[in-house]
């Protein structure tokens, strides 16, 4: 059950625009206040019968309540020219499903975005002119693109991808860091901080000479 001390703020309103980000954050939303459940199942609670307990009776009321929270959550996420796609559901998976059908796809364009995504990761290679962070930025935008299509995206992957697609002036430090440790086990943020200290030192000689 959801701690009564803690509020998150809801999502940002969803206009037609980044689907993916709102999806994941109205998720964890409904996840906070324990409605995820509701949203996730199409099945509507069985009509009371005779000879029940109080226990019962308020468990079934409970049950009906939150599909309305669940259902007003969405409706109040959403912009009012979105609103018009969701107004006649009844249920809020069919109101999350309706939305996910829509903005997300059907699951084989979800799997074409997500072969046309990996194609890109693929291909990407580091700049000359670019620096380490900003070159790690454009993989992760990538990375964070498939993420939010549901794929699962190991870091171990994409540290391979930055050491595999570095120019050639990044050899020595790569093969310093071998000397020192085990690439396999080493976090992004370690290998582009030690890549960017690198590119620091560089640049710090490069105006010694410039200034002698």
């Excluded at 890109?120 to 454009?138: A, G, H, I, P």
């Excluded at 994409?158 to 690439?183: G, H, M, N, Q, W």
């Excluded at 560089?202 to 000479?209: L, M, N, P, V």
Aim: charged share 25%.
């Amino acid at each position: 059950m959801a701690s009564s001390s803690f509020s998150p703020a809801a999502p940002q309103v969803f206009n037609g625009e980044g689907y993916h980000i709102w999806v994941v954050k109205m998720k964890t939303y409904l996840q906070a206040f324990d409605l995820w459940k509701v949203v996730n199942s199409d099945v509507e609670p069985e009509p009371l019968r005779g000879n029940l307990t109080v226990a019962q009776i308020r468990q079934h009321a409970d049950e009906r309540t939150k599909r309305h929270t669940a259902m007003s959550c969405i409706q109040n996420s959403v912009s009012d020219v979105i609103f018009t796609r969701i107004m006649a559901c009844e249920l809020p998976k069919q109101a999350w499903d309706k939305l996910q059908e829509e903005f997300q796809g059907t699951e084989r364009t979800r799997q074409q975005q997500l072969l046309n995504l990996r194609r890109d990761f693929e291909n990407l290679k580091m700049k000359e002119e670019e620096t380490v962070k900003q070159y790690s930025d454009r993989i992760m935008a990538v990375v964070n693109s498939i993420r939010l299509l549901g794929d699962q995206f190991n870091e171990a992957r994409i540290v391979e991808k930055v050491i595999a697609t570095l120019p050639k002036r990044y050899e020595a430090k790569i093969s310093s860091l071998e000397d020192s440790r085990d690439l396999s086990n080493i976090s992004l943020t370690e290998l582009i901080n030690a890549l960017y200290a690198q590119e620091q030192r560089r640049a710090s000689t490069k105006d010694f000479i410039i200034v002698l």
